[in-house]
T-cell receptor
Framework: NAGVTQTPKFQVLKTGQSMTLQCAQD?????MYWYRQDPGMGLRLIYY???????DKGEVPNGYNVSRLNKREFSLRLESAAPSQTSVYFC?????????????FGPGTRLTVL | QQQVKQSPQSLIVQKGGISIINCAYE??????FPWYQQFPGKGPALLIA?????SEKKEGRFTISFNKSAKQFSLHIMDSQPGDSATYFC????????????FGTGTRLKVLA
């Protein structure tokens, strides 16, 4: 199993450009999440999807949109990139069982907006 | 009420020493407290987690201590090794609904050889 995969690994955009970050999982997760990680800020939730066909805003949704295309795929779109969106973006899937639960993270996409 | 406060921001420990990272939360509805470990260039990975019905959980050299009345929990790394050098995040969540995790701001640990 590949787990949670993200593409691309690195991306440089100019202000105003758009792009879509892709996330796919083969762990049969119902719930999926998008985070951004900035120095000193920890991991902040952008959007999440509790199940296929549903999405909801997290802590920092402004400037982003998401699509839960199917159970496996959850994409994050920046319609008009801004320098403040320079960050490392992580996708995660969620599993629970036997009194425990865990979010499984992908390897991240490092995005720079000039 | 949704914040999880983590300290210190960075920590340097000698090999063989004890590393201690602290977290505090406000929302008493939280009932699951995981710690994640992140190496440079990688995504975070679950290290150990605890529920508030126990005061301590140990897995190898890693121990979580939990103080429900103080709404605090901490990660202790015994016999710290250079391979433990990483960023550590505490988190808090509810075990129902959307299972959203609220993460602390992270602690960068460096263990000197």
């Amino acid at each position: 199993n590949a787990g949670v995969t993200q593409t691309p690994k690195f991306q440089v955009l100019k202000t105003g450009q758009s792009m879509t970050l892709q996330c796919a999982q083969d762990m049969n997760h119902n719930s999926m999440y998008w985070y951004r990680q900035d120095p000193g800020m920890g991991l902040r939730l952008i959007y999440y999807s509790a199940s296929e066909g549903t999405t909801d805003k997290g802590e920092v949704p402004n400037g982003y949109n998401v699509s839960r295309l199917n159970k496996r795929e959850f994409s994050l779109r920046l319609e008009s990139a801004a320098p403040s969106q320079t960050s490392v973006y992580f996708c995660a899937g969620f599993s629970s069982g036997r009194g425990t639960h865990e979010q499984f993270f992908g390897p991240g996409t490092r995005l720079t907006v000039l | 009420q949704q914040q999880v406060k983590q300290s210190p921001q960075s920590l340097i420990v000698q090999k063989g020493g004890i590393s201690i990272i602290n977290c505090a939360y406000e929302n008493t509805a939280f009932d699951y407290f995981p710690w994640y470990q992140q190496f440079p260039g990688k995504g975070p990975a679950l290290l150990i987690a605890i529920r508030p019905d126990v005061s301590e959980k140990k897995e190898g050299r890693f121990t979580i201590s939990f103080n429900k009345s103080a709404k605090q929990f901490s990660l202790h790394i015994m016999d710290s090794q250079p391979g433990d050098s990483a960023t550590y995040f505490c988190a808090a969540s509810r075990s129902s609904g959307t299972y959203k995790y609220i993460f602390g701001t992270g602690t960068r640990l460096k263990v000197l050889a």
